[in-house]
């Protein structure tokens, strides 16, 4: 693992990865321009030649398996000439196009796989024949789908078949991209190798993530880990302890703003004390708060912290001292609209924040796999993570 200067000073951009496809327990019915979707109740019989929409509860359809493949746990085609990081998208476009024959289909944009990896679930394992290794991926639905890791190609010579997977997305203007996964690492990549694509499609109806400030835990869902305050079981924007959940301005109550001048962000509350505009309190109730510089030191200090991997998923599980346990996802930082060290480090605000010569100090939680500290930076409008605590008292 790098060292925590490295991390500050050099930021790597991480994507997060896209998904495969679920035919288990899915019916089908036809959607505008033609095409099954899948991923409700009933039973499914083979896969035909068309590929199908599966909903897994995202803003859009991902399609059940990749361009060219006859089934789930294929590969499909490996598109692009080589140094096709290079080449224009329409090509790869028009390649979707032909080979599904629907209009529909299109390579998912550097958003969309972010969002399948911030709200999905991730499970490498083999498929039913034993021998092809797939990344399962599961949605807030519950409905899942399949990623073959596939490899890439080059002149025809295929390398890293069941060790990585390579996939196409949409880059900045008229590019593609590329991000690859493998044993819960995933990020972007330069290659000038070919790889499959697996398109998505859009709903009439998007659902807003930016909306979402995900499931409430119930009142005895909080953990008591034998400290001062209660903590929850998962971050703001998630349902899982496993999610990453949303990425958040310091003080934003309305967990919206992605701007990079601080003058948009809230400045209530005294120096030294706590802020007022709390987005878990506004979100979530107000028995939840963003944890206070106190109570995050206090969860450094008293409790024991394991580097380790929940689904897939790399992060902390924090144990307190009467032995009951909470995981933190290392789900990086957001700056704009770039994300930042995912799976290596983990930003946790606290609601705290002090003036000093320098200027005003936000305190947050930082954390690698060698190391866990608080951090004192001005740069409020970072998205960091929120994993707020539980008071049984309410407080406005």
Partial sequence: MRALYDILAVPVFCIMMAAGTAMVSCSRYDMPGGGPVAGQTGGTEGYGDTLRLVDIGLSVYWADRNVGADNPYAAGDYVGSEGMDMTSLSNLRNHVTRSTERNYWIIPSWEHVQELYDHCTFEEMYAGDGMTKVMRVTGPNGNCIYLPLAGQSYLGDKAYVNSVGFYIYQGPGSMSGKWRFYSGTRESYSTICSSPIRPIAYKSEKVAWEDYFGKVPAAEEAVDLGLSVKWAPWNIGADKPERYGGFYGWGDPTGKLHSEDPGDYPLTGAPGTVIFTDLAMAKWG??????????????????????????????YRVTGPNGNSIFLPAGGYREGESRRWLENAGWYWTKTREDSLFGMRYFSLLFTDDNTSMSDNSD?????????????????
């Fill in 286 to 315: 107000t028995n939840w708060h963003t944890p206070t510089r106190g109570q995050m030191e206090e969860l450094i200090d008293k409790c024991t912290w394991e580097w380790t991997q929940v689904t897939g998923t790399h992060g």
């Fill in 380 to 396: 409020q409008w970072l998205g960091k993570s929120i994993r707020p605590v539980y008071y049984e008292q309410t407080y406005n």
